[in-house]
């Protein structure tokens, strides 16, 4: 089994926010940015934390108790891969958890079992499955893979996930930290402050979990 030597957690914000119409990251969620939630939660999780923002923008991620790294992209919205890359090129440590900064509801037991699957796999990055699709974000990845892939033709953060080679993180694994898959939402509206959707296991993963006599997800229903 393969043990990293520390985590590098990389918040990716420099989204252009264009559907919320405001600076995003920016916004309150219950008293702190959502950019702070997100600081928050990876350095529980991560030995280090690097910002990456657009080039004219100065985000505020609130009070910190240790040293934070702000980067910032050399065109003002890249997109995410690009702010990916900058991440990964300041990386001081062999792994990276990479989160978007308008995933305000992110668990650390959530990123740190995406890092504990990625030090005892062989491959070089690992993301949750939601109803069966691989999501790019949070995820787990291997700094010097990352630094060494060929560039892809699509510049998706999936298509980078595959290229470097990609272990999924089963649904039934990461709902025993987050039953109602609240690490996995970001913010797009400004409706979507109201707080996290539940995520309510489906198909015959949800009478599985019936049968073992577990809990249905909590939290607030559909909006």
Do not use: N
């Amino acid at each position: 089994m393969t043990q990293h030597q520390g985590i590098t957690g990389i918040v990716l914000a420099g989204g252009a926010a264009t559907r919320f119409g405001a600076d995003k990251v920016a916004a309150s969620y219950e008293g702190r940015t959502l950019l702070q939630r997100v600081v928050d939660a990876l350095e529980a999780a991560c030995d280090e934390v690097i910002v990456v923002a657009a080039a004219a923008a100065e985000p505020d991620p609130g009070p910190r108790t240790r040293p934070l790294r702000m980067l910032h992209d050399a065109s003002p919205f890249p997109g995410p891969r690009a702010a990916l890359l900058a991440g990964i090129d300041a990386a001081a440590y062999p792994a990276a958890v990479v989160a978007g900064g308008d995933m305000p509801w992110l668990r650390p037991a959530f990123l740190g079992m995406l890092a504990e699957r990625l030090a005892r796999g062989d491959r070089a990055a690992v993301a949750p499955v939601l109803y069966g699709v691989l999501q790019p974000l949070p995820c787990a990845l291997r700094v010097r893979a990352v630094r060494d892939a060929t560039p892809a033709p699509d510049g998706s953060l999936l298509a980078l996930l595959e290229r470097v080679g990609v272990t999924p993180l089963p649904e039934l694994e990461w709902r025993e930290v987050d039953p109602a898959g609240e690490s996995l939402q970001d913010v797009d509206l400004p409706e979507d402050l109201e707080g996290p959707l539940e995520l309510p296991l489906r198909g015959w993963m949800a009478t599985w979990a019936r049968r073992r006599g577990g809990s249905s997800p909590g939290g607030r229903g559909p909006r």
